[in-house]
């Protein structure tokens, strides 16, 4: 067997630029973060050749005695950070975990109330070219226009209007924490099961500096690569005696008898087929950095980072969606700049920042153009930079979209880039 850059040295090309492009930019989209060299040393391992359907002790392979105590740990470990009844961490992705809740507790053509995708929801929350709202009838809350925030009050009118059998959560460009309790409230009184999708804020809510969804929620999904800092994955989770919580009886099918047997079951065979195993050990991997007492810190750092950007960022004139930030991400309305996400996203790139363009909620543009950016700190947080270096990018940012497409501050702008990111070295390898 050859080493990759001898037997294929295309595609090792292609890594190598591609880690040199996370080297030297600063990564600002706040769905992403650098995994660990254990997490990823973890992926690149014979793990990815094994079949695994079923779970830990009751698989459809022979053969699974080892992935079997992989699979354990990982569950194990998942389930002390999140103070977790039961979890499931075979999910490929957060849009799989969120299949397998739709498909455990509604039957297509029901009604369920999500977070509008244009005010900050995610596309599994019931956007029209999604499953979610192919096959379910999505109803939708949205954000105040005058605060950006959601009005706890209107939520509940539009439930007992519409009746939904779930209610979700969750969002992929909100800057403020949730009203768990209140949310609960409402299902209580509508009669729907309540679900979080708290993939973006994963990692802040595992070291406890947000509000924690498990105690309210029926279910809880998440990705396991964004503030988690995990390979890019998913799970679901059920809360603390989450089997009684669940307020309801499971409906009985076949030989399933409570919840978490219906969930485990809805994700294999109902979503996925084969669980890779390879990831659920860097998965596990993770929830052992995530329980690590320095990763509370890293957290914390996310959030003094994120603070320190919006300030300066407001101090320069930009006007914020909610004017500021409870988590790890602002959003930026630049249509008093005169300028679009497109464009922005276009011209940062340029100069080594990478962002996204992002909707702002009630925005009159399409989502190909936006009137917005979305920015997050966790992870050049990885990276070690702190609010001085955060209060820097602020400006850097000022600089280039204060003269969009002006070569020369691109280039300057780029050349601090460089010099920043080398202060913060990255990876030193293209393959482990
Ligand atoms: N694509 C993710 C994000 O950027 O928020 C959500 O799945």
Not at 53 to 65: F, I, S, V
Not at 228 to 247: A, C, F, Q
Not at 345 to 352: F, M, P, R, T
Request: glycine content about 8%; proline content about 4%.
């Amino acid at each position: 067997m050859k080493p990759l850059n001898i037997q294929d040295p295309e595609i090792y090309s292609l890594i190598e630029k591609e880690t040199d492009r996370q080297n030297f930019n600063i990564e600002l989209i706040a769905s992403e973060n650098f995994a660990s060299k254990a997490v990823i040393s973890a992926m690149g391992t014979a793990l990815t050749n094994k079949y695994a359907e079923g779970l830990p002790g009751k698989r459809y392979y022979g053969g699974c005695q080892y992935v079997d105590l992989v699979e354990d740990v990982a569950r194990e470990r998942a389930k002390l950070l999140f103070n977790a009844d039961w979890v499931n961490v075979q999910p490929h992705s957060g849009a799989t975990a969120n299949m397998a809740v739709y498909l455990t507790l509604m039957k297509p053509g029901e009604t369920f109330l999500g977070f509008n995708l244009a005010h900050g929801g995610h596309l599994t929350h019931g956007s029209p070219v999604n499953f979610s709202g192919i096959l379910y009838n999505a109803e939708f809350y949205g954000v105040d226009k005058e605060t950006g925030r959601l009005n706890m009050d209107e939520i509940r009118d539009k439930a007992l209007k519409v009746r939904p059998k779930m209610i979700s959560i969750g969002a992929s460009a909100y800057t403020r924490d949730f009203d768990y309790e209140g949310f609960r409230s409402i299902a209580d009184e509508v009669g729907a099961f309540l679900w979080m999708d708290m993939a973006h804020t994963a990692g802040l809510i595992a070291a406890k500096l947000l509000n924690d969804p498990l105690p309210h929620c029926h279910v809880v999904t998440t990705t396991t690569h964004k503030t988690l800092r995990g390979p890019r994955g998913g799970m679901v989770l059920i809360g603390k005696d989450g089997e009684n919580t669940m307020g309801k009886v499971a409906p009985k099918s076949g030989r399933l008898k409570n919840w978490s047997e219906l969930f485990d079951s809805s994700v294999f065979p109902g979503a996925i087929g084969g669980p890779l195993m390879h990831v659920i050990a860097a998965k596990a991997v993770s929830f052992g950095e995530a329980l690590q007492p320095s990763f509370k810190t890293y957290q914390e750092q996310v959030l003094k980072n994120i603070q320190a950007l919006a300030k300066r960022l407001m101090e320069l004139g930009y006007k914020l969606v909610s004017d500021g930030t409870d988590n790890h991400l602002i959003l930026v309305d630049l249509r008093s700049k005169g300028l679009n996400g497109k464009i922005a996203e276009e011209v940062l790139e340029k100069a080594q920042i990478t962002v996204n363009k992002n909707m702002v909620p009630y925005d009159t543009e399409s989502p190909f153009v936006t009137s917005g950016i979305r920015v997050g700190s966790p992870a050049m947080t990885t990276r070690g930079l702190k609010e001085a270096e955060f209060t820097r990018i602020a400006e850097l940012m000022d600089m280039v979209l204060s003269n969009p497409g002006n070569e020369e501050i691109t280039y300057k702008v780029g050349a601090e880039v460089n010099e920043l990111c080398s202060k913060f070295p990255l990876y030193n390898f293209v393959t482990v």
